[in-house]
């Protein structure tokens, strides 16, 4: 049984440091795609650090709360509903047809970020065992420099691509939704 929770736990710590690299770093290549969509982005450096800055600003607010909501719901469920919230959040940045609603989807996923980022981390050494609690507890920054990276590569294989930031914010998808898987 210690080798299942190993497993969940590296899944907790993985999943939830490769969302918050993956959702901060790829707006490096989406934004430059998205000028071509949204012209208001390619004509005001404004509006792009608002965009670029916002997951930062939602993971700010996020963590703020991220110990109350945790305490109200506990920390698996939190970490499960922020899982969730960043799978539905990263769908509508990539189907939302307006800049504004692009936006707010992405502060929502900024805000679970920010829960995922001070939860995920806490419940790992909590439930670890002592003579993995470090190295369980290290893994969620392995995975968040990891994240960043994952998105640059997925930045350059969708460089070519009709609406390439639709599928580049789509994936953030993906990690949320494995995230989730660890509580089955």
Do not use: H
Not at 46 to 68: D, K, P, R
Not at 172 to 177: E, Y
Request: hydrophobic share 55%; charged share 10%.
């Amino acid at each position: 049984d210690e080798v299942k929770l190993l497993f969940v736990l590296l899944g907790v710590g993985g999943w939830g440091g490769l969302i918050f690299g993956y959702t901060t770093g790829v707006i490096a290549g989406a934004l430059p795609a998205m000028e071509d969509s949204f012209s208001s982005l390619a004509n005001s450096s404004i509006e792009q650090g608002i965009f670029t800055a916002a997951i930062l600003l939602g993971a700010l607010v996020g963590s703020a709360y991220a110990s109350s909501i945790g305490q109200v719901l506990n920390k698996k469920r939190a970490i499960f509903i922020s899982g969730l919230v960043t799978v539905v959040g990263s769908l509508l940045c990539a189907f939302l047809p307006y800049l504004s609603l692009i936006l707010l989807s992405r502060e929502l996923v900024g805000v679970a970020v920010g829960i995922i980022s001070v939860l995920c981390p806490v419940y790992v050494s909590e439930l670890a065992p002592n003579r993995f609690s470090g190295a369980l507890g290290s893994w969620f920054q392995v995975a968040l420099t990891f994240g960043i990276l994952l998105s640059y590569v997925s930045n350059l294989a969708f460089e070519n691509v009709v609406y390439n930031f639709r599928w580049m914010f789509g994936l953030g998808a993906i990690p949320g939704a494995l995230l989730c898987a660890m509580y089955f």
